[in-house]
């Protein structure tokens, strides 16, 4: 059976990117990546209770392994545009984060929830290509880069895999009031637009 770690946040699409893979009988590793930030806290609880809802009918989903980064921005405010959304050297940081956790587990393709759609350089397939190039030639060996949603939209991924995602323990959110989401942050309404499209 073959193996690969998915970075996992318990939001939309970082949960069908676990179906997504269990369906294709992956052993799956989730891996939560902590930065630091004040919503960590709530969205982490999300992901573990998202998890043991997947787990309970995919046996080949592993729990959750969790790892601290340091990041770039100390604070964050809270965006209101899609470009103010950006954290410097996030998908970098999250996938160095993964290539190091791989190699200790043998495992050499992580998988990356990106839709592409954000107008941010590091979400692009072109610069997962080039991370992919640099990672290989550091480890020694071949490190995939998988990014099997890339191009889609929320909608399509929600109508693809929707029924198997637990969505009201979902969490994707940058403000969350009581661990639960604020309904007001760009995250929040990107939420709810691909929901009503359900």
């Known amino acids: 059976m073959e193996k690969i770690l998915v970075l996992f946040s318990g939001g939309v699409e970082s949960t069908a990117l ?3 893979y269990a369906r294709k009988n992956f052993r799956v590793f989730p891996l939560y990546v902590r930065f630091g930030y004040p919503w960590e806290g709530y969205e ?3 992901a573990v209770r998202v998890l043991n809802h997947l787990r309970s009918r995919y046996l080949n989903i592993k729990n959750i392994k969790i790892r601290k980064a340091k990041a770039v ?7 209101k545009r899609e470009e103010e ?19 200790r587990l043998r495992i050499h393709r992580l998988a990356h929830g990106s839709l592409g759609l954000y107008p941010f350089p590091d979400s692009k397939r072109d ?27 929320k909608e399509e991924v929600l109508k693809r895999y929707g029924r198997e995602i ?8 940058i403000s969350p009031v009581g661990g639960k989401p604020c309904g007001e942050c760009i995250k929040c309404k ?5 929901l009503s499209s359900l």
């Open 18 to 20: 676990l179906v997504h």
């Open 44 to 46: 982490l609880k999300s």
């Open 73 to 79: 921005l100390k604070s964050f405010e809270k965006p």
């Open 85 to 103: 959304l950006e954290i410097p050297l996030r998908n970098l940081i999250l996938c160095t984060v993964g290539a190091q956790v791989g190699y």
């Open 127 to 153: 610069y997962f290509d080039e991370l992919e190039d640099v990672i290989s030639k550091g480890l020694g060996v071949e490190f995939r880069i998988e990014t099997p949603f890339y191009g889609m939209h």
């Open 166 to 173: 637990p969505l009201e323990l979902t969490l994707s959110c």
């Open 190 to 194: 990107e939420r709810k637009e691909a």
